[in-house]
Nanobody
Framework: QVQFVESGGGLVQPGGSLRLSCAAS????????MGWYRQAPGKQRELVAG???????DYADSVKGRFIISRDNAKNTVYLRMNSLTPEDTAVYYC?????????WGQGTQVTVSS
């Protein structure tokens, strides 16, 4: 079945950086446009970045210029490099197919930005 395993989160000070990873299984990874989503406490899950099968990327306005999404099809893995983090980036981060996500979500990885 479809499975996503996110990792790389943690506690970081404002202005810091993190690199998230998400390993996918149960899908032909290279065939899908993938996305990173996040859900902050009390808020709906939102899409923050996407990457097509050909490597074309797009970002939510709130993270544009600070986050970089990439993928390694040989490893069935999608990454999110996050720079210049602010407290507003605090959330649980998930990966899934962009557009219409698969029903199965991973456990996510917690990112907390605080001094």
């Amino acid at each position: 079945q479809v499975q996503f395993v996110e990792s790389g989160g943690g506690l970081v000070q404002p202005g810091g950086s993190l690199r998230l990873s998400c390993a996918a299984s149960g899908i032909i990874f290279r065939m899908y446009t993938m996305g990173w989503y996040r859900q902050a406490p009390g808020k709906q899950r939102e899409l923050v970045a996407g990457i097509t099968t050909g490597g074309i990327t797009d970002y939510a306005d709130s993270v544009k210029g600070r986050f970089i999404i990439s993928r390694d099809n040989a490893k069935n893995t999608v990454y999110l490099r996050m720079n210049s983090l602010t407290p507003e980036d605090t959330a649980v981060y998930y990966c899934n197919k962009k557009g219409t996500p698969f029903d199965s979500w991973g456990q996510g990885t917690q990112v907390t930005v605080s001094s």
